[in-house]
């Protein structure tokens, strides 16, 4: 099993940076077997959107929304997944998720929920303008 936990949440003006972070942690094994890791949010109302993914070889995926102001990244050594968030809009409001997936590439299916089988329980983010 995995444990994912997300911290880093906050709250920023219209224009500010944050990073979110994501731990990972569990058995050796099913730590191996992650090739894909993503980001999803969720604003209140709305449904759940994947806004970026990076497989372990550093391929890295975004959404429409977010490509050219977030950057996601992942520290292997540390477990760590990362998401580097600037020019920050009031429509970033969400809380925000990490994903991982066992036994298969992001590719594709990044922004896409039914791929992942291990979730973080989120972080708020707040955008204030």
């Known amino acids: 099993q995995v444990q994912l936990v997300e911290s880093g949440g906050g709250s920023v003006q219209a224009g500010g940076s944050l990073r979110l972070s994501c731990t990972v942690s569990?058995?050796?094994?099913?730590?191996?077997?992650?090739?894909?890791m993503g980001w999803f949010r969720q604003a209140p109302g709305k449904e759940r959107e994947g806004v970026a993914g990076i497989d372990t070889d550093g391929s890295a995926y975004y959404s429409d929304s977010v490509k050219g102001r977030f950057t996601i990244s992942q520290d292997n050594a540390k477990n760590t997944l990362y998401l580097q968030m600037n020019i920050m809009k009031p429509e970033d409001t969400a809380m925000y998720y990490c994903a991982a997936r066992s036994g298969g590439y992001c590719r594709v299916f990044f922004a896409r929920e039914y791929y992942y089988s291990y979730w973080g329980q989120g972080t708020q983010v707040t955008v204030s303008s």
């Open positions: 569990g058995d050796i094994y099913s730590i191996y077997s992650i090739l894909c």
